[in-house]
């Protein structure tokens, strides 16, 4: 057999010690790059919520939240609304449900007025849509929408409760008519929207034009609160609002729009030529 041939490679144990040491140090860097990458770094980043080892290194890697902390992803913004508008939410009340109803509401009159006209800066509910009344309560009950106060009400209100409170408010008379004319006076907001904006205008659902299920009757709510529901919109901290039609409109408005509109709703008294129904 020619020499040539024979495989010139020699046996590991008599390999230099150079490689040897290259390898061990190859493998050191890559053992230290993964501690500071993985386990190091994701440590200190300010958002750690130190769920140990695992966790960084899962974080790091990318990993969804929920993957390691057994389906418990952190808190993040509360969800949108889980209630399901039904035409039966609207369907009129005995007598009994208004009485029941009222009797409840004096647990409310404190913010919302003696008979549902605020005086405060919380909305009116005078002349509210049951469905509406029963969709925000019920968006409390749940944490769909935040506020401590009516969170905290809500909670100890049963679904009769709140269908009786709903009719209450429904029974009485509301804060003003909606304009109807198509009056050159609006906010153009208000009459035509913004069409290249995606805005649509607000008397097409609002009461005006037209009033959609589940839309709440805004005319002659007091202007903060409007202000400050439109701005909760915007910012995404209010999301109760199904398939986010307010927060889509909402984020596309200045804040010198989101006042005049406000504004508007809650004027005092009806524009000169707009005619109430
Ligand atoms: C301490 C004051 C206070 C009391 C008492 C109170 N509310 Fe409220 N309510 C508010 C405020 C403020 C808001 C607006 C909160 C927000 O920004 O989400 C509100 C919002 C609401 C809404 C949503 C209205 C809308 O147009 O979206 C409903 C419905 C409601 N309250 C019903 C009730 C009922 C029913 C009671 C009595 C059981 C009650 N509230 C008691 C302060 C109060
Ligand atoms: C496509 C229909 C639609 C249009 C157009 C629309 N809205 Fe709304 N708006 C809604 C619905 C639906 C809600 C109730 C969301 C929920 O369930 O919480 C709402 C809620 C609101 C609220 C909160 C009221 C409350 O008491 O909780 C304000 C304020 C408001 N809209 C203002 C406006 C203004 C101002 C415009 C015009 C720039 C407008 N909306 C246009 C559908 C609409």
């Avoid at 009340?93 to 409840?104: E, K, N, Q």
């Avoid at 050159?184 to 904006?197: C, D, F, K, N």
């Avoid at 034009?209 to 701005?231: H, N, S």
């Amino acid at each position: 057999m020619d020499e040539r041939h024979t495989p010139r490679t020699a046996p590991s144990s008599q390999r230099p010690v150079g490689w040897r040491r290259s390898v061990a140090a190859l493998a050191g860097l890559t053992a230290v790059s993964l501690l500071v990458g993985f386990v190091w770094l994701p440590s200190v980043h300010e958002d750690f919520t130190a769920e140990g080892l695992w966790a960084s290194i899962c974080r790091a890697a990318g990993v969804p939240a929920r993957w390691y902390t057994g389906g418990t992803a952190p808190a993040a913004a509360p969800p949108g609304t889980q209630v399901v508008l039904a035409r039966e939410m609207a369907r009129p009340r005995d007598a009994g449900s208004v009485g029941r109803g009222a009797t409840l509401a004096l647990n409310c009159t404190m913010c919302h007025g003696a008979h549902g006209m605020s005086t405060s800066n919380a909305p009116n509910l005078a002349g509210q849509y049951p469905e509406v009344v029963i969709k925000q309560l019920l968006d409390y009950k749940h944490g769909h929408r935040v506020n401590a106060v009516m969170q905290a009400l809500a909670a100890g209100l049963s679904e009769q409760d709140i269908r009786d409170l709903a009719a209450y408010y429904a029974s009485l008379p509301k804060a003003r008519t909606a304009p109807t004319t198509y009056d050159e006076t609006l906010p153009a907001l208000v009459r035509v929207g913004a069409p290249l904006r995606n805005i649509a205008p607000c008397i097409s659902c609002h009461g005006g034009i037209d009033q959609k299920f589940g839309t709440p009757w805004i005319e002659g709510m007091p202007r903060d609160y409007l202000v400050a529901q439109l701005r909760a919109f915007r910012s995404g901290e209010r999301r109760n609002d199904p398939q986010g039609v307010m927060r889509t409109m909402a984020r596309q408005m200045t804040d010198a729009e989101i006042e005049e509109v406000a504004t508007f709703y809650a004027r005092k008294a009806a524009p000169a030529g707009v005619q109430g129904h």
